[in-house]
Structure formats: structure tokens, C-alpha cells
């Protein structure tokens, strides 16, 4: 078991451009998460998946973005035009359905230019 | 709503016990939750409690939870500077709702 990884750990990215980030979560977790921290900030909740179906998505998570995880098993997060307000590290968990304990990647920091 | 509240920095001296603070909304909350955060690094799952207790411990760590008051604190007994990070609370409503972290930096 290694644990939630998350590609890339960081990008760079200039306004307007798409950026794609991917979670590969704990093995037979069926729950997975994806949260955004801004500095100084707690993390907030973007969307979660249940398998590969999406459960709840925050209105944090406007238009530009989107989540997708097609075979329940890694997530990719996209987000589409982006703008400087997105700069921050976007963070994904994982969990077993049933035990609630959450478990986190090293997270991706996007930078906005 | 929803809100958890925390203070923003502590400081205390490395053999010392630290205590942070933390007050939460939801009622509903059945877990209750400690993440700590170092720097650069996501965030590791240190302890939680189950909103029916009252207190729980695990080694350094004592967790209490006063239902009434809607109040979580976490003790961290023998503090070290190995502990020096962000420690964030966390209610679950089916997703995880943060505190702004609180800052604890022990010093020698």
C-alpha cells in the first residue's frame, strides 16, 4: 500500500490555459475526494466520488471545472481557462465506504501566472 | 451553517504540554477529527473520535469532545519540536469540513 499519490506536485501554468491533475487513491478504496487549500487556509471541499460515480460537487466547483473518475478507480480533476484565483494546492483523498477515516495525498500546487 | 473555528498560533516550549482548541457547528458530525500538516507536505491523519465519546487517547495524544458545547480539543503531552506544524480539526458530514489550522511551533 503507498498511500494517495497525486500527479504532478506542481504546475505552472499561464491564464487561460487548461491544467489536468491526477489522484490515484489507496487501493480498493471506493470513496475518493478532492479538496482545495489556499495559504492560510483550511482545506475546502470541491467533489467527492463514490466508485465512479460523483456524489456531491461543492459551489466552489464552477463551470471551468470538472472531475471525472471513469473505472472507480484514479480521478483526474481538469480545469479549463484558468485564472490566478485557482493558485492553490489541490488536494485528494481516499477512503474505505464505511470507515470515514480519510486519507490524503501530498496534494498538486497550481501557480497561476 | 457550517463552521469550524480554531485560534491561529501557539507556542509552547518543547517538553511542555500544548493544547489546541477548536469549535464546530454540525451537530450531526459522528467523527470528529486532528490532521496535522508540516510544510509543503498534504496532511496526515493523527487521531479522531466518535461524536458519542467524550475523550480518547493514543499515546501522546488525548482528544476531548464536549458535545454540549460543540467543543474539540486535542493535548499533546511532552510536546517536541518534531511536532512544530498545522494542526487543522475536522468535522464529517459525509465530506470533511476544516478549521483554518492552528500554527503550533514549539521552541527550546
Known amino acids: 500500500d503507498t498511500g494517495v499519490s497525486q500527479n504532478p506536485r506542481h504546475k505552472i501554468t499561464k491564464r487561460g490555459q487548461n491544467v489536468t491533475f491526477r489522484c490515484d487513491p489507496i487501493?480498493?478504496?471506493?470513496?475518493l475526494y478532492w479538496y482545495r487549500q489556499t495559504l492560510g487556509q483550511g482545506p475546502e471541499f470541491l467533489t467527492y466520488?463514490?466508485?465512479?460515480?460523483?456524489?456531491?460537487k461543492s459551489r466552489l466547483l464552477s463551470d471551468r471545472f470538472s472531475a471525472e473518475r471513469p473505472k472507480g478507480s484514479f480521478s483526474t480533476l481538469e480545469i479549463q481557462r484558468t485564472e490566478q484565483g485557482d493558485s492553490a494546492m489541490y488536494l485528494c483523498?481516499?477512503?474505505?465506504?464505511?470507515?470515514?477515516?480519510?486519507?490524503f495525498g501530498p496534494g498538486t500546487r497550481l501557480t497561476v501566472t | 451553517g457550517e463552521d469550524v473555528e480554531q485560534s491561529l498560533f501557539l507556542s509552547v516550549r518543547e517538553g511542555d504540554s500544548s493544547v489546541i482548541n477548536c469549535t464546530y457547528t454540525?451537530?450531526?458530525?459522528?467523527?470528529l477529527y486532528w490532521y496535522k500538516q508540516e510544510p509543503g507536505a498534504g496532511l496526515q491523519l493523527l487521531t479522531y473520535?466518535?461524536?458519542?465519546?467524550d475523550m480518547k487517547q493514543d499515546q501522546r495524544l488525548t482528544v476531548l469532545l464536549n458535545k454540549k458545547d460543540k467543543h474539540l480539543s486535542l493535548r499533546i503531552a511532552d510536546t517536541q519540536t518534531g511536532d512544530s506544524a498545522i494542526y487543522f480539526c475536522?468535522?464529517?458530514?459525509?465530506?470533511?469540513?476544516f478549521g483554518t489550522g492552528t500554527r503550533l511551533q514549539v521552541f527550546p
Open positions: 483523498a481516499s477512503s474505505l465506504l464505511g470507515t470515514d477515516e480519510q486519507y
Open positions: 487501493s480498493e478504496h471506493n470513496r
Open positions: 454540525d451537530s450531526s458530525s459522528t467523527y
Open positions: 475536522a468535522e464529517n458530514t459525509d465530506k470533511l469540513i
Open positions: 466520488f463514490q466508485n465512479e460515480a460523483q456524489l456531491e
Open positions: 473520535i466518535f461524536s458519542n465519546m
